[in-house]
């Protein structure tokens, strides 16, 4: 994923994206969900490769790696997500490149870095979610460790991917030259982690944001609500007047924030009670009453549906090849570059031939 959201973020901005793939099967995103009926392209396939153009090569063949070298000679950026040091077993590394083509901008990603014990360990998002100690962070130590239900690592690794790539072109426009860009999903959890991380290496102290007192996810008669009772003069009296009881800072097991978290078991034990007594609508209206920071939890279907993922106009729909397209699109608005899918997710080799011919043309051009 960590490539394919970098390219694509480029893509739906402008930039004309090649995507080289193996013959026969191409992607393995195109077969993610293996039951889809015939001739239909993958869902996760198309959430990814929008806009872009698809062509096949077999790398064994000497004349399709020379294709590949006559490209990056007219390329401004080359991306790829292998492991460390495969690119440079197919004589395609950052040196084999730039000595081609100086302007270049390499960008590679790797699961844990170029180099390091980890180096050349398969990358995945779940291992990097237990290296970097994402997992092992809950909101309770009584919750079980488990992997989280997104792709975080991936998600966040390919936007900075997408960030290197465009400083890199800035720099570029200041001394000419390309360069390498490396990102791993591991530096991406960490970077995630850069409060807590910091409080750890100039305190020795554990901070979880999830863990606070006053905060957390509670079941309602209908459903579930979450809560954060932070940013208020008396967080604790705000919640108790919502939800109809006696200030609980009157009971001296809750007097302080120190005495709230000594508790924090006992005090969410009758938040827990209060809540499963009404619905989530009820709730919310009395939490929003005493301006109190709280949402419903949402299946992503529901999120999909809501009237604000509509206003935000974040699902973003055209023809495809054989099916109806319909995706989640660029979480980035700006006003004189909308986001539209303006070549649908091309089937694998659509776009062969006519790169192959562009690329004569060029060759043409630069001998004449």
Same mark, same amino acid.
């Given at each position: 994923?960590?490539?394919?959201?970098?390219t694509?973020?480029?893509?739906?901005?402008?930039?004309?994206?090649?995507? @080289?793939?193996?013959?026969?099967?191409?992607?393995?995103?195109?077969?993610?969900?293996?039951?889809?009926?015939?001739?239909?392209? $993958?869902?996760?396939?198309?959430?990814?490769?929008?806009?872009?153009?698809?062509?096949?090569?077999?790398?064994?063949?000497? %004349?399709?790696?020379?294709f590949?070298?006559?490209?990056?000679?007219?390329?401004?950026?080359?991306?790829?997500?292998?492991?460390?040091g495969?690119? %440079?077993r197919?004589g395609?590394?950052?040196?084999?490149?730039?000595?081609?083509?100086p302007?270049?901008?390499?960008?590679?990603?790797?699961?844990?870095?170029?180099?390091?014990?980890?180096?050349?360990?398969?990358?995945?998002?779940?291992?990097?979610?237990?290296?970097?100690?994402?997992?092992?962070?809950?909101? =309770?130590?009584?919750?079980?460790?488990?992997?989280?239900?997104?792709?975080?690592?991936?998600?966040?690794?390919?936007?900075?991917?997408?960030?290197?790539?465009?400083?890199?072109?800035?720099?570029?426009?200041?001394?000419?030259?390309?360069?390498?860009?490396?990102?791993?999903?591991?530096?991406?959890?960490?970077?995630?982690?850069?409060?807590?991380?910091?409080?750890?290496?100039?305190?020795?102290? %554990?901070?979880?944001?999830?863990?606070?007192?006053?905060?957390g996810?509670?079941?309602?008669?209908?459903?579930?609500?979450?809560?954060?009772?932070?940013?208020?003069?008396?967080?604790?009296?705000? @919640?108790? =007047?919502?939800l109809?009881?006696?200030?609980?800072?009157?009971?001296?097991?809750?007097?302080?924030?120190?005495?709230?978290?000594?508790?924090?078991?006992?005090?969410?034990?009758?938040?827990?009670?209060?809540?499963?007594? $009404?619905?989530?609508?009820?709730?919310?209206?009395?939490?929003?009453a005493?301006?109190?920071?709280?949402?419903?939890?949402?299946?992503?279907?529901?999120?999909?549906?809501?009237?604000?993922?509509?206003?935000?106009?974040?699902?973003?729909?055209?023809?495809?090849e054989?099916?109806?397209?319909r995706?989640?699109?660029?979480? @980035?608005?700006?006003?004189?570059?909308p986001? %539209? @899918?303006?070549?649908?997710?091309?089937?694998?080799?659509?776009?062969?031939?006519?790169?192959?011919?562009?690329?004569?043309?060029?060759?043409?051009?630069?001998?004449?």
């Open positions: 994923m960590m490539g394919p959201v970098a694509q973020m480029l893509a739906d901005y402008g930039a004309d994206v090649i995507k @080289i793939e193996k013959p026969g099967t191409g992607d393995l995103s195109r077969t993610a969900f293996p039951n889809d009926p015939a001739g239909l392209t $993958g869902p996760v396939f198309c959430s990814l490769n929008r806009n872009k153009r698809s062509i096949v090569l077999d790398l064994r063949k000497p %004349e399709d790696r020379d590949v070298i006559a490209l990056a000679r007219n390329a401004d950026v080359v991306v790829n997500n292998f492991r460390a495969v690119m %440079e197919l395609f590394g950052y040196e084999d490149l730039a000595k081609i083509n302007r270049l901008i390499y960008a590679v990603g790797t699961g844990f870095g170029l180099e390091g014990p980890y180096a050349h360990k398969g990358g995945q998002d779940v291992l990097a979610q237990a290296l970097s100690g994402v997992m092992h962070r809950r909101s =309770n130590d009584d919750q079980p460790l488990a992997v989280h239900a997104t792709t975080f690592a991936d998600y966040s690794a390919g936007m900075h991917m997408v960030q290197g790539v465009l400083l890199a072109i800035l720099q570029r426009q200041k001394t000419g030259r390309g360069q390498r860009i490396a990102v791993s999903l591991y530096d991406s959890m960490l970077a995630a982690q850069t409060q807590e991380a910091a409080a750890q290496l100039m305190r020795g102290r %554990e901070v979880n944001w999830g863990a606070m007192p006053l905060s996810v509670f079941e309602t008669s209908d459903g579930a609500l979450v809560m954060v009772g932070a940013f208020k003069a008396d967080p604790l009296g705000d @919640i108790s =007047n919502a109809g009881i006696d200030h609980l800072g009157q009971d001296a097991r809750f007097a302080s924030f120190a005495d709230q978290v000594a508790n924090k078991q006992a005090l969410q034990a009758i938040f827990r009670d209060r809540f499963r007594s $009404g619905s989530t609508a009820h709730w919310l209206a009395r939490l929003e005493q301006d109190l920071l709280c949402a419903p939890v949402k299946s992503l279907a529901e999120a999909l549906a809501d009237e604000q993922t509509l206003v935000n106009a974040m699902i973003i729909e055209a023809d495809g054989v099916e109806r397209i995706v989640v699109g660029s979480p @980035i608005h700006m006003s004189d570059a986001v %539209e @899918i303006r070549i649908a997710p091309p089937s694998l080799g659509r776009d062969t031939d006519q790169v192959r011919a562009e690329l004569a043309a060029l060759t043409i051009r630069a001998a004449e």
